[in-house]
């Protein structure tokens, strides 16, 4: 498919090692090239075989992201998102079992006519197509597209051949930005630049040479070891980019704008300068974020709670929150298999909000239980956000509507109350990639609810990602217990938002709205709990 000329390509690949921060380098300069009036947008290719990364264990890949329309994606879209502010698609991210699903269905169908399928052409030319696609009909500027992996990998090798073709073919409109390393001796008190090296030297091997070399550092970089850099690595020393290691990912961009980042893309692409990135709203962001006027201690309650990235969007919602109220989230993560009624009080104390956390299957149940009924008892502020609302569903109807075996079949399949039970249309689904209830879907709320107050408007659209569903045959037991039901999808009367009566602040919810927040537009359900929170303070 022969791309169209006027849309730019940027290819973002990783060197020496993994967790360099790919995905928010490539997320900063569409940032910047997106304040310079571009219009952007930003994929990424994992290597790995699985068709997506939704039947993956968090403790393997961290969350899992869901768009608007469904797919179950690599957390770095959810950087682009709340970087761009805009939707991302299926087309933004593609595995190497994607791939080679498509091009097994091809050669099934007969469309190679016989010929023998290989890595080059069919492979390469298919992810190149992936590439292309979001340039399709000139409605992007720039396309970014993240190679995961480090450069090196045999699992990344077909990549970087499609990448080394697309330079070929496009030119000027295409450059390749290589992320690496130069670690810090401190036994020699100095940055050393030979990883770097060898890593480029990797590159060139395969035919690829970086136009960019963005180094990560937790030292700054001075001129000579740029020189050094470029002298080795047949790059400009304009084209090495200092990236010293922040306590924010936010500030980033504005990092990236001071090593003039966008100017040297704009430069190396022929594209336009003229137009100064307008970064006023994100610079305010960082100033509430930097000078907070007073800190809130939110506890999220979790069974990943040793692997952040596993509640990442959640993480990031708070920031957004707290910026809104002008106070610093303090997030205490608390592992729920180490709650029980015994523990609770000590393991609270000074909280003035909990979060009970997403997840499947009934490791640590019990101690999310435990915390809802802390937070419900002690009117403490409570958000739960999916299995954490089935969990308040659950403890209400155990401790208040006297069910004590009431629980979601999920868990216990002979349960007497069934009051979570697995959707209607799932019940015959067997394979797990990609069969949940995935993506946006509409939600009308009660106009005389808490959640109407907060987003002040009647109908909604959140996204999802879950089998199990409340049972509707016990909603009437609830709302006379006090607990009631505020927010339905209109089209099939499934629960999407409950709310405690006579409670300060008490919101479950079966959607995910983690997926939704922005810098730019922080979710009103978060920037509310938050409000509810400072005043406890």
Known sequence: MASPNSTRFIFVTGGVTSSLGKGIISASLAKLLQARGYRVTIQKLDPYINIDPGTLNPYEHGECYVTEDGAETDLDLGHYERFLNISTSQANNVTTGRIYQSVIEKERRGDYLGETVQVIPHITDEIKYRIQLLGENNQFDFVITEIGGTVGDIESLPYIEAIRQLKWDMGTRSLVIHLTLIPYLSAAKELKTKPTQHSVKTMLEYGVQPDILVCRTEKHLNDGIRKKIALFCNVDASSVIESIDTDSIYKVPLLMREERLD???????????????????????????????????????????????????????????????????????????????????????????????????????????????????????????????????????????????????????????????????????????????????????????????????????????????????????????????????????????????????????????????????????????????????
């Not at 997840?359 to 999916?386: E, L, M, T």
């Not at 209607?424 to 009308?444: A, D, V």
């Not at 045959?473 to 709302?479: G, H, I, N, P, S």
């Not at 983690?514 to 409000?531: A, G, M, N, Q, W």
């Open 263 to 537: 100017s040297v893309v704009l430069k190396k692409t022929r594209a336009s300068a003229q137009r100064p990135p307008k970064l006023k709203r994100w610079k305010n962001f960082i100033k509430r974020l930097e000078s907070p006027k007073s800190t809130v201690e939110i506890g999220l309650v979790g069974k990943y709670v040793e692997l952040v990235d596993a509640y990442k969007s959640i993480i990031e919602s708070l920031i957004h929150a707290g910026t809104v109220n002008h106070c610093r989230v303090l997030l205490r993560l608390i592992h729920s298999e180490q709650l029980s009624k015994e523990n609770i009080l000590e393991q609270t104390r000074g909280l003035k909000g909990l979060i009970v956390a997403p997840g499947f299957g009934d490791r640590g149940i019990d101690g999310k239980i435990a915390a809802i009924s802390h937070a419900r008892q002690h009117n403490i502020p409570f958000f739960g956000i999916c299995l954490g609302m089935q969990c308040a569903m659950i403890e209400f109807a155990r401790n208040v509507l006297l069910m004590p075996r009431a629980h979601s079949t999920e868990m216990d399949a002979r349960t007497p109350d069934p009051i979570i039970d697995i959707m209607e249309e799932q019940k015959k689904i067997h394979l797990k990639g990609g069969t949940m209830r995935l993506g946006s879907y509409p939600c009308k709320l009660t106009a005389a609810s808490k959640a109407y107050s907060i987003y002040g408007k009647e109908t909604i659209s959140e996204r999802h990602r879950h089998r199990f569903e409340v049972n509707n045959k016990y909603l009437k037991a609830f709302e006379q217990g006090g607990m009631k039901a505020t927010g339905f999808n209109p089209e099939t009367g499934l629960v999407e938002i409950i709310e405690l009566e006579d409670h300060p602040w008490f919101i479950g919810v079966q959607f995910h709205p983690e997926y939704k927040s922005t810098v730019d537009t922080p979710h009103p359900l978060f920037i509310d709990f938050i409000r509810a929170a400072k005043i406890l303070t």
